[in-house]
DNA sequence: ATGTTC
């Protein structure tokens, strides 16, 4: 057998593609890195290795905790890391769902083609620029009372819908109908609200972006037509998420965790980790609180959509409806949420956290759209500002492999300070135009240098493994023709 | 990711 030696870790090689930590020591299961040589090169250069492995000894973790090709280090639990935990006897843990609760994507179809958008791609990058508030800090497209946060904190994109920002099909193309019931407004603190309440439709920064898209490739034509996608359509991806309520949930669930369950946090080897015991107070309370914190960065998602239909009737003066700018799927790449899985030939609830995952249900899921149910759910992964994403659909072999998850995008390969080191911003944003075609625009040259096209992982190779695992089948591949970044 | 180092 192939091994992969670290200095302090060693990978066997289960099969292509497959790279386990065999369990030992404290570790309750064992680990597994579903990459390609290169990518798990690449995700031994940080910590990842050693958080995934001190995330089997979270109680109750159930089979193996996963790592996707794109992982790299995070808070305590790696991004693109999946655990599924038993809901009765294991634990909930805020550091393996993430900081940024709900961060995830949508793409949105238009029927333009790459040709009617020629020529507009100034005017366009500059409106929606105008139109979308970026970068840290307050300053949304709304800013909402104390009463209405809460209403939309249990909604969702339900409230969208009355508020006149949605319309009823964009509520059925949502992960999970753009509504966690189990939302609870007064689990979150005040704090938390008044943060997000002048923050809803905003892009934040980091990562965040708002790109224009053109489809290049259809890989599977019957899937493409089910998702409404031809090549060289225009198609809009949105990547945002709870903004500074997720984060604040995030802050005060791991304070009074670490404070209320010292115990579980004593046995753990990172207090990054610290977890509440399924069927405490607070692994309840965190519960509704992070679904309420889901659903805001829904509406939050829902909102910048609004503002690029709007957006799109400024610059090609023509009612949105009549440029088919409906919603195809959105996608959340960090949450915790109840599923039933079969681990070991036994049907068992668990609190699947994804961390810099996707979701990817194959056919015949009940929880995928009925438009959509036939084939699988769409995937969506965001590659780089220079070298454009993909849309997936969900592949049988995530029911039994990835506890239903794949992939969530390139990850990276560079801090952002050695980004801004190699990379001048003012000249990464004249090369994408002059060579690709793309317009970018964000509010400093550092936002752009630390988003260079080259600080990140190949996408290709990304979603190549999650091919061969049979986890998520590439249906589409875009190309950046504007991009806003937060 | 983040009123960017409470």
């Known amino acids: 057998m192939r091994t992969y030696d670290t200095d302090s870790i060693t990978l066997e090689e289960v099969r292509d593609n497959v790279w386990e930590i065999p369990q030992s020591g404290e570790m309750n299961v064992p680990a597994r890195v579903l990459a390609s040589e290169s990518l798990l090169e690449e995700i031994s250069g940080d910590r990842t290795l050693q958080q995934l492995k001190n995330t089997t000894e979270l109680p109750g973790i159930t089979k193996y905790a996963v790592c996707m090709p794109d992982g790299h280090q995070g808070y305590g639990f790696p991004v693109g890391g999946v655990a599924g935990i038993d809901a009765e006897t294991g634990c909930l843990s805020p550091g393996a769902v993430g900081y940024d609760v709900n961060c995830g994507v949508r793409m949105m179809r238009t029927n333009l083609t790459y040709d009617d958008l020629t020529g507009t791609e100034t005017e366009l990058v500059e409106t929606l620029f105008e139109a979308i508030p970026c970068g840290l800090g307050g300053g949304g497209v709304l800013e909402v009372d104390r009463k209405t946060v809460d209403e939309l904190l249990n909604a969702g994109v339900e409230w969208a819908v009355d508020a006149g920002y949605a319309v009823e099909e964009d509520l059925r193309r949502c992960e999970d109908e753009g509504r966690r019931?189990?939302?609870?407004?007064?689990?979150?603190?005040?704090?938390?609200?008044?943060?997000?309440?002048?923050?809803?439709?905003?892009?934040?920064?980091?990562?965040?972006?708002?790109?224009?898209?053109?489809?290049?490739?259809?890989?599977?034509?019957?899937?493409?037509?089910?998702?409404?996608?031809?090549?060289?359509?225009?198609?809009?991806?949105?990547?945002?998420?709870?903004?500074?309520?997720?984060?604040?949930?995030?802050?005060?669930?791991?304070?009074?965790?670490?404070?209320?369950?010292?115990?579980?946090?004593?046995?753990?080897?990172?207090?990054?980790?610290?977890?509440?015991?399924?069927?405490?107070?607070?692994?309840?309370?965190?519960?509704?609180?992070?679904?309420?914190?889901?659903?805001?960065?829904?509406?939050?998602?829902?909102?910048?959509?609004?503002?690029?239909?709007?957006?799109?009737?400024?610059?090609?003066?023509?009612?949105?409806?009549?440029?088919?700018?409906?919603?195809?799927?959105?996608?959340?790449?960090?949450?915790?949420?109840?599923?039933?899985?079969?681990?070991?030939?036994?049907?068992?609830?668990?609190?699947?956290?994804?961390?810099?995952?996707?979701?990817?249900?194959?056919?015949?899921?009940?929880?995928?759209?009925?438009?959509?149910?036939?084939?699988g759910q769409p995937v969506l992964i965001p590659g780089s500002m220079g070298t454009g994403s993909y849309v997936l659909c969900g592949g049988d072999a995530a029911m039994t492999e990835t506890f239903g998850s794949t992939a969530h995008g390139a990850g990276r390969v560079m801090s952002r300070t050695q980004a801004k080191r190699e990379f001048w911003g003012g000249d990464v944003q004249q090369e994408l135009q002059d060579q690709q075609h793309i317009y970018v625009k964000a509010d400093s040259g550092a936002t752009i240098a630390e988003e260079a096209p080259d600080v990140y992982k190949d996408i290709d190779e990304v979603i190549a493994v999650s091919e061969a695992l049979g986890i998520g089948k590439p249906v589409a591949r875009t190309f950046p023709v504007c991009n806003i970044k937060g």
């Open 181 to 375: 019931p189990e939302a609870t407004p007064d689990a979150v603190s005040q704090e938390a609200k008044d943060r997000g309440r002048s923050q809803i439709g905003s892009l934040g920064s980091g990562n965040h972006f708002l790109e224009v898209q053109r489809v290049t490739d259809v890989f599977d034509p019957e899937i493409a037509d089910a998702y409404g996608l031809e090549p060289d359509q225009i198609v809009v991806l949105i990547h945002t998420g709870s903004r500074g309520l997720g984060h604040q949930v995030c802050t005060d669930y791991l304070a009074a965790i670490k404070q209320s369950h010292s115990e579980l946090l004593d046995s753990l080897p990172d207090t990054e980790l610290a977890a509440a015991p399924a069927g405490s107070e607070l692994a309840a309370s965190y519960y509704t609180a992070m679904c309420a914190a889901i659903n805001f960065a829904w509406v939050n998602r829902q909102v910048v959509m609004h503002q690029t239909r709007e957006v799109f009737e400024t610059v090609f003066d023509r009612p949105w409806e009549s440029m088919g700018m409906e919603l195809l799927y959105d996608v959340a790449h960090n949450s915790a949420k109840l599923e039933t899985h079969e681990i070991d030939g036994e049907n068992r609830e668990l609190y699947v956290h994804r961390k810099g995952s996707t979701r990817a249900f194959p056919a015949g899921r009940e929880e995928i759209p009925e438009t959509y149910r036939s084939v």
